[in-house]
């Protein structure tokens, strides 16, 4: 490549921020400087070769390290560090240039009105030529520098001073081409990469045609591509697409001929093409995604706008007269006397709610919380406000046979409750075995007072959030149990029975009897927030009632919260009453059979709970009453068929319930099996609270005298270890009877014992307590429901341990008058007691020694 040298110095006008300008183009830019001498100077030279046509040599700066550079560019200084010029530049033609901030027009110092220490000039140059710099002239008071032409298109040198038109028409576009520039010598190669480029360029100008261009533009921009030779579209392509700096310069000083420029150009513009292929092709989907929602969204707040506009908004009023049941909905909720924060919720949700178009998921949610908010009994109250105790007293009285102490419990509750006007006080938990009338019991209380009855079941509630409610952003998210109660019921003051609240698990989802705690705490419930609704309600007016089976899987802090209403099993006096007084009438009515004398005698009843029941409750009694009241209805259905009415019988004698209820299902086992050695009546307690009779049978087997030694009973016959060649076998039969561990280590001690002497225990007896290696026998649970149980089983005399003598005050006298009840300290009184003469009088000749180890 040569070059020619142009003989006359020319300033410098330095290109900051990495601008570059290619001949052919034309560069607009503004320029600030300082009112200071040297910025004048060079002003004042751009202005006289602006006058005269002349050339500046536009040089692109290197960037400096560090802000520095970004100084002298807001400083506006032209005078810049010679070593900062870039090596190549363009000689351009000013074509324009003005002062903006205050100037009149032309350049100079006259234009300096303005009351800034800077003026600013914008200028408009066109590029015409690369040049290289050889050499700086002068510094001062501006860069002047000599300049070298290159020779770009194979050693044809433009006169520089020939190419520069007179004409300066070129401000209206950047783009604007001039034609005579360059000269292009077109070798075949060349030739060919210029089609190759100008190929590019359509493409690229096809692909600017959609960014909404201006069609005149566009179409001068394909004159101009299609006109071009090779060197001129490789400089005009380049100042159209992106270039990193480098890249720009590197174009700029292309030194190894325009072949080569034009390669590397048509690289650049199928990148640039790619790139722009590939970013439509996202917007393509992105805008498809976007679907019909969105565009129905943008539609719906530019229809909002409209009306806006035409003063038609229903923004201020908030009704959407699109919208009825937005319209309805809004209303209910102004109507309630919401508290505070509940107000505020609903009208930020409303807010949303009307701006959200009807089909996004979000509309949905938030139309369903409003829907709950506006259905929540915030102030709606049942029954009369002051409890009438007496009332109370017959409607408990009505409803459930005996149960005094509960009924008494309950009655004091609400009297104090009167008193005090309101409820708050700690929550009742009725306790105990299934069928005994907790759950209809709560029933009762709420009819006695007037109030809306709603039992929630947490029995296999595991999760917090049953109980707390989920959060909204959860999809499907709902309020807890006690929310969705308290909107069931309608109303503020409802009685809510939690029933079954020892059957409450927990696991990895958190404590349902934690969020438990805050609604049973009188002090905290008034702002009892669900997770769903967010907002605080008040639970104080509310009477929760609980009932369990058990105590001992209720958590502490829940138990702490609750008082405890012990109600135990029916004895079976008990029982028999209540089917006279309560079953048999309902059932009497469900069956249709009112116009009929339906007579059950007690005799009757006693034999079905007898030997047709044996559990602490009346479920079961109740369908036997049911069974009976079936057949009978059938009998008295096929009378009237026969018109043979006085041939009904109402009647049920003992024998008829055979009849109808088949065999007896339970015997009275203890007489029987308490006549062979080794067989003895235990008493167990089941975790559902009920009581039942435990049979232990001790049996020897030929063997190698797998048993451990019990430390307390040393029995030992006259030959020595009775374990030689035996092995002893304990059983546990009636395998549905559950079973406990401690408490019959009496029992079991006396089965040994029983069948090492060979001499059976006495008839019509049971035992309970826990053995201690000593020979103690300790306390043990559930006295009132074993003895219950010892009784429905004909037990006679009971062998109870001494510390639980304070648990038989709360066993009905009827019961403990019937049977002998013994407390028995050491397993030597149990076992004199167990056998009919005592241990002594051994059969087998085997003699039982105490003595303690200890
Ligand atoms: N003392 C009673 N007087 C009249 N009816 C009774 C009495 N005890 C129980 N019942 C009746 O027995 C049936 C069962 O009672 P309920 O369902 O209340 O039992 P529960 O103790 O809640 O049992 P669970 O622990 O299994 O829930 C009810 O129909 C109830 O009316």
């Known amino acids: ?88 530049g363009v000689a351009a033609r000013i074509v324009s240039f003005k002062a903006v901030n205050g100037g009149k027009g032309k350049a100079g110092r006259s234009s300096a009105a303005s009351s800034s220490n800077r003026i600013v000039y914008a200028v408009a140059l066109e590029g015409l030529h690369r040049i290289k710099i050889d050499a700086v002239v002068k510094s001062e008071p501006f860069l002047q520098v000599s300049v070298s032409t290159l020779e770009t298109l194979g050693g044809l040198s433009p006169d520089l001073s020939g190419v520069i038109p007179k004409s300066a028409t070129l401000e209206r576009t950047q783009i604007e081409w001039r034609s005579a520039t360059e000269y292009a010598l077109e070798t075949p190669e060349l030739k060919a990469l210029g089609a190759t480029l100008a190929q590019c360029g359509l493409e690229l100008t096809e692909l600017l045609s959609q960014l909404q261009l201006p069609t005149q533009v566009l179409s001068q921009l394909r004159k101009t591509i299609n006109e071009a030779n090779a060197s001129q579209l490789a400089d005009l392509l380049a100042s159209m697409i992106d270039l990193s700096v480098e890249e720009k310069l590197d174009l700029l000083a292309e030194r190894e001929g325009v072949a080569k420029r034009v390669e590397k150009c048509v690289e650049l513009v199928t990148r640039q093409i790619q790139v722009l292929k590939i970013s439509q092709k996202i917007q393509t989907n992105v805008e498809n995604k976007l679907g019909k929602q969105q565009r129905e969204y943008i539609l719906r707040q530019q229809l909002e706008a409209i009306k806006k506009e035409l003063g038609e908004s229903d923004a201020e009023s908030g009704e959407s007269s699109a919208d009825p049941e937005f319209a309805a909905l809004k209303k209910r909720l102004e109507t309630l006397p919401l508290p505070e924060e509940a107000a505020k919720s609903t009208k930020r949700e409303l807010g949303r709610l009307k701006r959200m178009p009807a089909n996004m998921p979000e509309h949905q949610i938030i139309r369903t919380y409003l829907e709950w908010m506006s259905e929540m009994p915030w102030d709606i109250m ?215 004398t339906v007579n059950i005698p007690q005799n009757t009843l006693m034999r079905m709970a007898t030997e047709y029941t044996r559990e602490s409750g009346v479920r079961t009694l109740n369908r036997h009453v049911a069974a009976v009241c079936r057949h009978l209805a059938v009998e008295y259905a096929r009378a009237i068929e026969r018109h043979a009415l006085d041939s009904f019988n109402g009647t049920v004698s003992p024998i008829k319930l055979e009849e109808i209820l088949g065999q007896p299902h339970f015997v009275s086992e203890v007489s029987e099996r308490g006549m062979s050695p080794g067989v003895v009546t235990g008493l167990a307690w089941s975790s559902d609270g009920a009581g039942g009779l435990l049979f232990i049978e001790a049996m020897k087997m030929p063997g190698k005298g797998k048993l451990k030694r019990l430390g307390i009973v040393g029995v030992g016959g006259p030959d020595g270890d009775l374990l030689d060649g035996i092995d002893v076998h304990i059983h546990f039969p009636a395998g549905a009877t559950p079973k406990d561990g401690p408490s019959a280590g009496a029992a079991i001690v006396t089965a040994l014992v029983s069948l090492f002497l060979d001499q059976p225990v006495r008839p019509h007896i049971a035992m309970t307590g826990e053995m201690t290696l000593r020979g103690q026998v300790c306390p043990v649970g559930g006295i009132k429901e074993k003895v219950l149980a010892a009784h429905r089983g004909g037990v006679q005399r009971v062998l109870l341990p001494e510390r639980n003598r304070k648990d038989v005050d709360e066993i009905p006298s009827d019961v403990r008058n019937s049977m002998d009840i013994c407390f028995v300290k050491t397993i030597g009184e149990v076992l004199g007691l167990a056998f009919e003469d005592g241990v002594s009088g051994s059969r087998s000749g085997v003699k039982v020694v105490y003595e303690s180890k200890l």
């Open 1 to 88: 490549m040569t070059s020619l040298t142009h003989t006359k110095p020319v300033a410098v006008l330095p290109l900051s921020g990495g601008r570059v300008l290619f001949p052919g183009l034309v560069l607009r830019m503004q320029i600030s400087v300082s009112r200071d001498s040297d910025s004048m100077a060079i002003i004042d030279n751009i202005s006289k070769q602006f006058t005269q046509a002349a050339l500046v040599a536009c040089v692109p700066l290197l960037q400096e390290e560090g802000s520095k550079g970004t100084k002298e560019h807001e400083k506006g200084d032209l005078n810049v560090d010679p070593k900062r010029l870039f090596g190549f």
């Open 382 to 596: 049942s029954g009369s406000d002051s409890v009438d105790v007496q009332k109370a007293k017959m409607q408990l009285d009505a409803d459930h046979f005996g149960m005094d102490g509960v009924k008494k419990r309950v009655l004091e509750y609400l009297a104090v409750g009167k008193l005090k006007k309101d409820l708050k006080g700690p929550i009742l938990c009725l306790i105990g075995p299934p069928g005994v009338g907790k759950t209809s019991l709560g029933k009762s209380v709420a009819n006695a007072l007037g109030r809306k009855f709603y039992r929630i079941s947490l029995g296999g509630v595991r999760d917090e959030a049953e109980i707390r409610g989920h959060r909204r952003t959860y999809v499907g998210a709902l309020p807890g149990l006690i929310i969705q109660a308290m909107r069931k019921c309608g109303v503020k003051n409802p009685v809510i029975l939690l029933d079954e609240i020892d059957k409450l698990t927990r696991d990895a989802r958190g404590d349902p009897s934690a969020a438990l705690l805050e609604v049973l705490d009188p002090e905290q419930n008034n702002t009892f927030t669900d997770h769903y609704l967010s907002v605080p309600f008040d639970l104080s007016q509310v009477l929760f009632i609980a009932t369990a089976n058990e105590a001992d899987t209720i958590s502490a802090p829940l138990m702490d919260r609750m008082e405890v209403i012990q109600i135990p099993g029916y004895t079976f006096a008990e029982k028999v009453s209540i089917a006279q007084t309560h079953l048999l009438p309902k059932q009497i009515s469900t069956h249709g059979l009112d116009a009929v």
